[in-house]
């Protein structure tokens, strides 16, 4: 069994976001996932000072974007990992999405945000009131289900390597 631990997609208010998603017609979406921890503390490892974003956060908003909005078919990237990463996506469906990376901006809390557009009225996703230690009950109860049942769920070692793929692409426009 495989599980990915994107930690916001085991919350109830992500999956309610992804399921009315999913039924809306997106013409296009923007979002970012900003944060200061590459300033210092705890989180200023050095695996995320070298990498940076991209990298670090990247897989995050990809994935929400992906689940969203409907399966990227191409991504392109511009910016410094280190400071700030643009991400342009493609999506199957012919909707275009933003996405601002950062972890080098001063913010009390992350800034996690996904808008919406469309012919219809627009769907925000923001996570700045939400209790994340509520995706952890679930995340395990998940887990625990697919080795129960045998069968991973959709956070599993494939979708993994979709996000890896993608962010490969990312990364390619980033050294040019």
Not at 2 to 11: D, G, I, N, P
Not at 30 to 37: E, P, T
Not at 76 to 85: V, Y
Not at 100 to 108: D, Q, Y
């Amino acid at each position: 069994m495989t599980q990915l631990v994107l930690t916001k997609r085991y919350h109830p208010v992500t999956r309610a976001f992804i399921a009315a998603a999913r039924q809306l017609e997106v013409t296009g979406a923007r979002s970012c996932y900003l944060h200061g921890a590459f300033l210092g503390g705890d989180f200023a490892t050095s695996w995320r000072l070298e990498h940076g974003a991209l990298l670090d956060l990247g897989p995050h908003l990809i994935d929400l974007l992906d689940a969203a909005v409907g399966p990227i078919a191409r991504i392109r990237a511009a910016g410094d990992p280190r400071r700030w990463t643009e991400l342009t996506c493609e999506h199957e469906n012919g909707a275009v999405s933003q996405a601002s990376l950062s972890g080098s901006v001063a913010r009390e809390r992350a800034l996690t945000r996904v808008e919406l557009f469309g012919p219809g009225p627009e769907l925000v996703y923001d996570t700045a009131e939400i209790d994340h230690d509520e995706c952890w009950p679930i995340l395990r109860h998940d887990f625990a289900t697919a080795v129960r049942t045998g069968r991973s769920g959709e956070l599993d070692a494939h979708r993994g390597l979709r996000l890896q793929r993608l962010i490969t692409e990312a990364v390619r426009d980033l050294r040019g």
